[in-house]
């Protein structure tokens, strides 16, 4: 290659030798360079070969057995005590109201008012009738001791005296059946009916409900009967007031069990005053069994979930090289779970009594990773929380 670009004699080579001694100087310089580099990552990959990250401060908490309450837990149904709703026995007309939407009743109280013009009309005519038969059958059982008249005559009199009072005593039950009384004591619902309506015998006027106290309805398999009685507590939550638990007891089992199913409806019932508890709600029902169970439980917060297994981080002392005294280290140990109660879960398998785990934090966490336990700022864990209102 020629780099004097056709150049020729003595200046040409003295520019040819520069040129070459500049491109020798840029390789080296190169060379130089590249080799300081590559000794400094070279440097960084044993410093960072020998780098052991400070130790991650952590809250633990001990593996403690505890004696727990046994539970069913399954989901129910809220019914009336007494429940109905109240309908028209015979067609008429509507002309009073005595009720307003929403409001108590009380067993007796006047709900409804219909026609009865016609029927009480009808019933002066018959009252009219049994007195005129009364009136004779008094004269022919006076005429009976005389012996003046025949026995079938005063036979003939107490009849037509009977059939007159039947008319009448048939007319006052229509005109009961068109006044319609609450038959029991209760809420009212929505009025189904207006002034001037004409309403058919079995047209519905109001829903009437006693909730207070409730029934509350659920199904057990047939494998748990021998294990439930009468008198057994039960806790009712609903979704509708959150942190709410009402207590009640287990006041009926069904003699017979579903054939298609196979499990047994059993009734309970609980205090409602304030009547928040409605008919027709969905329920969650903890039945609290007699016996209790001994469990292992550890704080909600130190299981790491995970789509394959659930984990805690056990703490465990280990000696390592260049280190007079043990360190902290934590082990990754997967677990089975059960139930919640408050902040606690049961541990059922994976873990001894007294072990110590990380309480809080442990998505930080990896396996075999040193620690330090500073449980100054650990939280308050409990069987039964109360937060703060605000």
Known sequence: MNLTGGCAGPGCEKMTKRVILTIIGLILLIGVLGGIKIMQIRRMEAHGDQFVPPPEPVNTARVNPQSWEKLLHVVGSLDA????????????????IHFEPGTKARAGDLLLQQDT????AQLRAAEAALSLTKLTLERADKLREKKITSQSEYDAADAQFKQAQAQADNIRTMIRKKTIRAPFSGGLGIRLVNLGQIIKEGDPIVSLQSIDPI???????????ADIRPGFVVRVMTDAFPGTVVAGKVTAINPQV????????VQATVANPKERLRPGMFVKVAVVMPERENVLVVPSTAVLYAPYSDSVFVLEEQSIENKSKPVKVVRQQFVKLGEKHG???????????NETVVSTGVFKLRNGQTVTVDNTLKPDFRLAPKPEDG
Do not use: H
């Open 117 to 120: 013009s016609s029927e009480e």
């Open 81 to 96: 005590v007494q429940g109905v709703t109240v309908t028209a026995e015979l067609a008429g007309k509507v002309v009073r």
């Open 215 to 225: 029934f509350v309805n659920f199904s057990l398999p047939q494998q748990q009967l």
């Open 343 to 353: 902040d606690f879960v049961i541990v059922v398998s994976g873990l001894r009594p």
């Open 258 to 265: 579903d054939a298609a199913t196979r499990s047994v409806k």
